[in-house]
């Protein structure tokens, strides 16, 4: 079954690096998600990407955020100056049709530490 | 800002029983539900859903009722069995804003052999 791949599946970092986490989609995807979930928390929504742009954002998705799609593979997300707040598990997520949520399929997640 | 609420932290109930997790939701444009699971490691996997037009959903073992009036769903599974053991997640979006899942903080379940 195709499937979501997430890279690294664990990350530590210094507070005030640049972090690049990476996600290659499924290959007939076209509309790619962020989420992230803060130890104990709920999993929030952070970002939907389509057609080469951001179609959402929540308000967590500030200045410090970025997404792009640098080739026909990859989806990645990067936070330019960390924060201990940002220590989370961050899916990917990618669907074919942006109405079939249930067709929502995530990756395992990239645990980030910010230290 | 708890929009979706799952109030149980956690669950254990013995293998073959039932299993209900329940879900309360504040937001009354939600008009979609619904759950995830979760294995350690892993990212969540989708399991049932429920439109508002509907009260129930039925899938095989897995069972999702809806009382809009309430604002509540629970999720059943019966008979439970060990390899359900996991995180469950419900889940909501509104039409309005239908690019963006609105996750409560989920459910450890345990089934007991």
């Known amino acids: 079954e195709p499937e979501v791949t997430q890279t690294p599946s664990h990350q530590v970092t210094q507070m005030g690096q640049e972090v690049i986490l990476r996600c290659v989609p499924i290959s007939n995807h076209l509309y790619f998600y962020w989420y992230r979930q803060i130890l104990g928390q709920k999993v929030e929504f952070l970002v939907s990407?389509?057609?080469?742009?951001?179609?959402?954002k929540s308000e967590i998705f500030d200045d410090q955020f970025s997404v792009e799609r640098p080739d026909g593979s990859n989806f990645t997300l990067k936070i330019r100056s960390t924060k201990l707040e940002d220590s989370a598990m961050y899916f990917c997520?990618?669907?074919?049709?942006?109405?079939?949520?249930?067709?929502?399929?995530f990756g395992s997640g990239t645990q980030l530490s910010v230290l | 800002d708890q929009q979706v609420k799952q109030n149980s932290p956690s669950l254990s109930v013995q293998e073959g029983r039932i299993s209900i997790l329940n879900c309360d939701y504040t937001n009354s444009m939600f008009d979609y539900f619904l759950w995830y699971k979760k294995y350690p490691a892993e990212g969540p996997t989708f399991l049932i859903s429920?439109?508002?037009?509907?009260d129930k959903n039925e899938d095989g073992r897995f069972t999702v009722f809806l009382n809009k009036s309430a604002k509540h769903l629970s999720l059943h599974i019966v008979p439970s069995q060990p390899g359900d053991s996991a995180v469950y997640f419900c889940?909501?979006?509104?039409?309005?804003?239908?690019?963006?899942?609105?996750f409560g903080t989920g459910t450890r379940l345990t089934i007991i052999p």
């Open positions: 889940a909501a979006l509104s039409n309005f804003g239908n690019e963006k899942l609105t």
């Open positions: 990407f389509y057609n080469n742009e951001i179609s959402e």
């Open positions: 429920i439109s508002s037009i509907k």
């Open positions: 997520a990618s669907s074919a049709d942006r109405t079939t949520n249930e067709k929502l399929f």
